[in-house]
């Protein structure tokens, strides 16, 4: 299960690449951070906009995860606006997936 609801269709390669490749990182927590970040902005990224989010997805998952709960300092380098838009799709991890019937 990927969680993917934006059909790829009307994208071109690049963003498409971009797209699957948010809801296949390893880690479940960062499918669900940068996966709901792609869907609601990949089709409008600019070009300068998919080669700073290229460069943010090139990271360590492990990294990345740190930096986006507040568990490590975010590096000089991602104190971006780009990285900021990323890690407003945090979801709450601590929020159970499902209530107790």
Known sequence: MTGVTLTSAGLDPRRRRILFRCWHRGIREMDLVFGQFAEAE???????????????????????????????????RFQTPMFARIAAYKPDFDKPLRTPE
């Open 42 to 76: 990949v089709a409008t990224l600019s070009e300068a906009e998919l080669d700073e989010f290229e460069t943010i997805m090139a990271e360590e998952d492990n990294d990345l995860v740190r930096w986006i709960m507040g568990t490590w300092p975010v590096p000089e």
